[in-house]
């Protein structure tokens, strides 16, 4: 594929962390896991995610130029697409299940890392069916339209960072800076 059409974003597991760490003051100290526990839980869920994510684009952009033609082009970008879509909602699904941290305001911190890997995972998929549903007749025009797909997938990423504004969980923050699986 051309150059301009961009590769597949990949969120830093630092910044995700980071994120994450920040998050906290609205509400009461949850019966959950330790913060240490649920640091570790999430960066064990986080990790690989960010790897295949990594893995994948890398693939595509090995990939896609190499190809000869646009439906091969075409398919080697849906299944880096859809195979981010199906990374992206394993790690959401292992956030949910490590649970609420034992912080003030874990709900909100739980829900807040859960909701952004929907974002994700949303934003993969609607870029999957986008470029499934490209005409390959013309590899002009097919170029192009991949790279608007590419394009709004990019601005759909960035806006699916958690929203950090009016939280903070000092013990979360130490935990992710503490815990081997977040190192």
Known sequence: MRSKS????????????????????????????????????????????????????????????????????????????????????RARGKVVAAGVPGVDGGAAIADGVADSLTKVRDAYGRAGDAVRALSTDDPAVFYDRVSGVMVTLQQEYSASALDTSSLRSAELQQAFAEVPECL
Request: proline residues 10%; aromatic residues 2%.
């Open 6 to 89: 961009g590769a597949a974003p990949a969120l830093p597991l630092a910044v995700l962390v980071g994120l994450v760490g920040l998050v906290g003051l609205a509400g009461c100290v949850a019966s959950g896991p330790p913060p240490r526990v649920w640091a570790a839980s999430v960066c064990s869920a986080l990790t690989p995610w960010r790897d295949e994510i990594s893995t994948l684009t890398t693939r595509a952009q090995q990939q896609t130029p190499a190809s000869t033609t646009p439906e091969q082009a075409k398919e080697n970008l849906v299944r880096m697409l859809e195979g981010a879509r199906d990374a992206s909602e």
